[in-house]
């Protein structure tokens, strides 16, 4: 689950004529961390009749992630990774295995230092953690936000992981010891429509009208959406366009409410339409160097009278109690599938 953080890389797509380069929106592909110590076998829960989940179980569990996904991450065993991870944390888990296979180099081993965790009452179906990623080889220590969640087979997996800005950290690591919410009910539905129209809107240089409901975000209105807004104008120097559309969004089952507000995920799935522009070339082409194309794992060119890339975004939030003024603390982005019509 490495090589989960980047900035939109220039991606290369021509409509009908050679390629050009441009850069585009992906943002914050992020990197997880592993535990070291000796192998534990914490992924299924304690048997009937031991103590609540809690604090202690939650590390145990993070550890056991960390050994087994740090391995399969370095090796770049895709089937490895399907036993510790779930969507949409494994789709930017393949994407990276793709990326890495593609530049000839092995992503590093990592480790999970000083967690913190957010951990619902009883036996819980998922919980929170916040950590410092340690990467073997590198000087950065970026912290993250994750959940796992509890599968039908007993087994936890993680879910959701976003690494957080640096003003960020003193939020994210706010979660310490406090009782998580389960169910996706942090936050009411009315909330949460609201806050994943705005949240989309703003992801391509727009808003709902109601800009009050997300504060200014570097993240948000800066890197994603001027990336978004480059990647069209530069399709548009070659004869083409694009239309982002948002498919669904969905609320982590697990949120946490904090001193400022609640602390949750949202992942949105969108669909990019490319087109010629009207008089433009009768087709459009992504080059091999796409980034979107290395992360769905196709090695040449595609072109068509239109493309469609499906792609997975995630954000992790904090929703003031007023709902008004939420802050997007971290994000990530990658490409699912890219079909040409």
């Given at each position: 689950m490495l090589g989960r953080r980047s900035v939109r890389s220039p991606r290369t797509l021509a409509a009908g004529m050679p390629a050009m380069p441009f850069a585009a929106a992906t943002v914050a592909l992020l990197v997880l961390t592993g535990c070291g110590g000796e192998p534990v076998d914490a992924a299924t829960p304690a048997p009937h009749g031991s103590a609540a989940f809690g604090r202690d179980r939650a590390a145990l569990v993070l550890t056991a992630f960390d050994q087994a996904d740090a391995a399969a991450s370095v090796a770049g065993d895709v089937e490895a990774l399907r036993a510790q991870e779930v969507p949409p944390s494994l789709d930017l888990s393949i994407a990276a295995v793709r990326r890495a296979a593609y530049n000839q180099r092995a992503q590093p081993s990592f480790q999970h230092i000083n967690p913190?965790?957010?951990?619902?009452?009883?036996?819980?179906?998922?919980?929170?953690?916040?950590?410092?990623?340690?990467?073997?080889?590198?000087?950065?220590?970026?912290?993250?936000?994750?959940?796992f969640v509890l599968g039908a087979d007993g087994q936890w997996k993680l879910s959701h992981n976003v690494q957080v800005t640096q003003p960020s950290l003193v939020v994210a690591r706010s979660i310490d010891g406090l009782p998580a919410t389960a169910g996706g009910t942090a936050l009411d539905e009315t909330s949460r429509r609201a806050l994943a129209a705005e949240v989309f809107a703003r992801s391509v240089g727009s808003t709902t009208g109601n800009r009050s409901l997300v504060v200014s975000s570097p993240l948000l209105d800066g890197q994603f959406a001027g990336g978004w807004e480059v990647y069209g104008q530069q399709l548009a120097g070659v004869g083409g366009a694009v239309q982002r559309t948002m498919d669904r969004a969905e609320w982590s089952d697990c949120g946490v409410k904090v001193p400022t507000g609640t602390l949750t995920f949202l992942t949105i799935h969108a669909t990019d339409t490319l087109r010629p522009a009207p008089g433009g070339p009768s087709t459009v082409r992504l080059e091999p160097q796409s980034p979107d194309l290395i992360a769905t794992g196709h090695l040449k060119a595609i072109s068509g009278k239109s493309i469609r890339v499906t792609r997975v975004e995630t954000f992790v939030l904090l929703v003031p109690a007023q709902t008004v003024g939420a802050s997007v603390l971290g994000l990530n982005d990658t490409a699912l599938t890219v079909t040409a019509g």
């Open positions: 913190v965790f957010a951990v619902p009452p009883g036996e819980p179906a998922c919980f929170l953690a916040t950590a410092t990623l340690r990467l073997t080889g590198s000087e950065l220590a970026p912290t993250d936000v994750s959940q």
